[in-house]
């Protein structure tokens, strides 16, 4: 399996804070993604970085930030989170257009 | 814009049958096509890749072929098990587009029943 880490695995806030997911890759891949997964929507691309300090919005990105200090980690922050931002996010790496590999998945429920 | 499908939405097979998963795609204009499998509650597995100028590509009791042209990929499944049950996703990968931003199916579950 790819080295892929998402924390937390699960999470539940509260509308209107703030929440920081956070995803680690030790494959040294150039590329990372976020998606988010709901039923009836599949799986929608939230943001992605090219580099360290090179981010871009994807379809969805409306509500969430992202930031890329260093190649192993980025990070999807929700500054103020809605019921609606109530899914499952997924992680992604890739070497640029070639293989795509995913991390395991944070569940998270803003009630 | 895009749109990729996979249909049925959902297939039960009895073990030891072959399975045929279809998706396609609208825009041929396509850089690589790559199948996945998603257990519940479990992130996505990769399960093939294949480039827009390849036909096909196999690993053990899995081949996928490609026709450009007419927007369709097919997964063959040999043989099947009852831990081939999962949902599978196609998500294809524009020319249009660089760094691997992925476009998605609705994906299919499968049950495989022994």
């Known amino acids: 399996d790819a080295g892929i880490t998402q924390s937390p695995r699960h999470k539940v806030t509260e509308t209107g804070t703030p929440v920081t997911l956070r995803c680690h890759q030790t494959?040294?891949?150039?590329?990372m993604y976020w998606y988010r997964q709901d039923p009836g929507h599949g799986l929608r691309l939230i943001h992605y970085s090219y580099g360290v300090k090179d981010t871009d919005k994807g379809e969805v990105s409306d509500g969430y930030s992202v930031s890329r200090s260093k190649t192993e980690d980025f990070l999807l922050t929700l500054e103020s989170a809605t019921s609606s931002q109530t899914s499952v996010y997924f992680c992604?790496?890739?070497?640029?257009?070639?293989?795509?590999?995913f991390g395991q998945g944070t569940r998270l429920t803003v009630v | 814009k895009q749109e990729v499908t996979q249909i049925p939405a959902a297939l039960s097979v009895p073990e030891g049958e072959n399975l045929v998963l279809n998706c396609s795609f609208t825009d041929s204009a396509i850089y690589n096509l790559q199948w996945f499998r998603q257990d519940p509650g479990k992130g996505l597995t990769s399960l093939l890749l294949?480039?827009?100028?390849?036909r096909e590509q196999t690993s053990g009791r899995l081949n996928a072929s490609l026709d450009k042209s007419s927007g369709r990929s097919t997964l063959y499944i040999a043989a099947s098990q009852p831990g081939d049950s999962a949902t599978y996703l196609c998500?294809?990968?524009?020319?249009?587009?660089?760094?691997?931003?992925?476009?998605f199916g609705a994906g299919t579950q499968v049950v495989v029943t022994p």
């Open positions: 992604a790496i890739s070497e640029g257009a070639t293989e795509a590999f």
């Open positions: 294949i480039q827009s100028s390849q």
């Open positions: 998500a294809v990968l524009m020319t249009t587009d660089s760094w691997g931003k992925l476009q």
């Open positions: 494959e040294n891949h150039r590329y």
